[in-house]
C-alpha cells in the first residue's frame, strides 16, 4: 500500500508564501517522477510542476518564477515553494507520483489527498 500524505497549504495574503510537502511512504521499489496537480472550482486539473528522478524540472506557465519543486529522494518527499501567491492560484492541491512498487510491477500513478490553498485579502 502507498500513501502520499500532503501538508503546508492554508490561506495566505496575495503577495505571500506558502511551502507545501508531500510525503510517500509504503511499499515503494522506484520512485519516478513527482509533481504537483492543481485544481479550482469549475476549472479541470492543471499540472504545476514536476520533477523527475534525475531533477529535471518543469512548470506551467503560470507559476514560473514564482514557484519552485524540489525533492529529497531520501525522504521520498516532495516540496512546492510557493512565492509572490497571486488569488488566482486559489485550488486544491493535489501531489502526485509516479513509481514502481516492485522490481517486476508496472508503472502506477498515486495521488494525495489534495491540501486547500487560499489566497485572499
Known amino acids: 500500500q502507498v500513501q502520499l500524505v500532503e501538508s503546508g497549504g492554508g490561506l495566505v495574503q496575495p503577495g505571500g508564501s506558502l511551502r507545501l510537502s508531500c510525503a510517500a511512504s509504503g511499499n515503494i521499489f522506484r520512485l519516478n517522477a513527482m509533481g504537483w496537480y492543481r485544481q479550482a472550482p469549475g476549472k479541470q486539473r492543471e499540472l504545476v510542476a514536476l520533477i523527475t528522478n534525475v531533477d529535471t524540472t518543469s512548470y506551467a506557465d503560470s507559476v514560473k518564477g514564482r514557484f519552485t519543486i524540489s525533492r529529497d529522494n531520501a525522504k521520498n518527499t516532495v516540496y512546492l515553494q510557493m512565492n509572490s501567491l497571486k488569488p488566482e492560484d486559489t485550488a486544491v492541491y493535489y501531489c502526485?507520483?509516479?513509481?514502481?512498487?516492485?522490481?517486476?510491477?508496472?508503472?502506477?500513478?498515486?495521488w494525495g489527498q489534495g491540501t486547500q490553498v487560499t489566497v485572499s485579502s
Open positions: 502526485h507520483a509516479d513509481l514502481k512498487i516492485s522490481r517486476w510491477s508496472s508503472r502506477a500513478d498515486y
